[in-house]
């Protein structure tokens, strides 16, 4: 009897074993005591690789902010997926990094994996935007296309960005419009663009930035659940962005936030919910750039 039982634990144990983490590929701080850490962010606690996917694989609606140019945070993005899939059925993924007129692309590509063919140059048929590096989201876009559950846009696209900075349109709710909250996002602005642009433009991105939360929100809300969001930093923190939005739609309950954050990052409990740190990538000087490119006020990409 004891025999057979340890054979039950042992195969209970293989069908729930996780796979691989991945190997770090950012150069900075490889040697930083914190490097790999997740901790749970309310008790302090430090938790396991197997203890997050659990506490993951609990919650309806994942919500999960990145560095966009980190490749750590690309890898362990998939392996989320991978590892949750252990635990439950995964209900869908939605992307920022996918704007609505592309849904119709997404859809038929993965028509076309389910039916055994493997579809090539998918940057041009998913008609891949290029300020989303190709090399950094396509292990996680052709992942998602070959599984069972829908991949969703869950962006504006660039025609309600025009309309939305030429109008201004009001943002229903109290979580979403708090002083606290748009005084933040002001600041953010201000910062993201080096002290180039006008204080009189500034409303203007900031209703932008609120409405791309918003749309996120609510694609989250309408998605098959467990949904998992990937999507900047910024955009899924606690105290100013969608998840707030989802307080004034009344789907906040049972929603977890997860910050991947590099070595050296300072993450509030009220950010989020739990933080993994990664190695960090050489830091640019983004200001730079932007001087040299001399247009700041450009309306299509948050900060």
Same mark, same amino acid.
């Not at 940057?123 to 969703?152: I, N, S």
């Not at 939305?164 to 600041?187: D, F, K, M, N, W």
């Given at each position: ?5 340890l ?19 950012a ?26 996917v ?13 560095q ?13 997926? @991978? ?15 996918? @704007?609505?007129? @592309? ?5 038929a590509l ?7 063919r ?17 090399a950094? +989201?396509?292990?996680?876009?052709? +992942? ?15 025609q309600?960005?025009?309309?939305? +900075?030429?109008e ?14 748009q ?66 739609l ?35 000087? +983004?200001?730079?750039?932007m ?5 700041p006020?450009?309306?299509?990409r948050?900060?």
């Amino acid at each position: 009897m004891r025999f057979l039982l340890l054979i039950g634990m042992a195969l209970f144990a293989a069908c729930h074993s996780l796979p691989p983490l991945p190997a770090w590929q950012a150069p900075e701080g490889r040697q930083d005591a914190e490097l790999g850490v997740i901790r749970d962010l309310r008790s302090g606690a430090t938790l396991t690789p197997n203890q997050l996917v659990e506490r993951l694989a609990r919650s309806p609606r994942v919500l999960v902010g990145e560095q966009h140019d980190n490749p750590d945070h690309h890898a362990l993005q998939v392996w989320l997926l @991978q590892a949750m899939a252990e635990r439950r059925r995964q209900g869908s993924l939605l992307l920022e990094m996918l @704007q609505p007129d @592309q849904q119709v692309r997404v859809d038929a590509l993965k028509a076309e994996f389910a039916a055994g063919r493997e579809p090539q140059a998918l940057p041009e048929r998913l008609a891949w935007q290029k300020g989303w590096d190709w090399a950094q +989201y396509g292990p996680l876009v052709r +992942y998602a296309l070959t599984q069972p559950y829908p991949l969703l846009a869950a962006n504006l696209d660039s025609q309600e960005i025009r309309r939305i +900075y030429a109008e201004r349109p009001t943002l229903e709710g109290r979580a979403s419009t708090a002083a606290s909250v748009q005084e933040a996002l002001l600041a953010q602005i201000g910062a993201s663009h080096c002290g180039m642009l006008p204080k009189s433009q500034w409303p203007a991105m900031l209703a932008v930035q609120q409405q791309r939360d918003r749309r996120m929100a609510e694609r989250l809300l309408a998605a098959p659940a467990p949904a998992l969001l990937v999507a900047g930093a910024y955009h899924v923190r606690r105290d100013q962005g969608v998840p707030r939005h989802l307080m004034d739609l009344g789907g906040e309950p049972g929603s977890l936030v997860l910050l991947l954050a590099e070595i050296g990052s300072r993450v509030r409990a009220d950010e989020a919910d739990l933080v993994w740190f990664t190695p960090g990538v050489e830091k640019k000087d +983004y200001c730079a750039d932007m001087r040299a490119k001399k247009d700041p006020a450009e309306p299509g990409r948050k900060p």
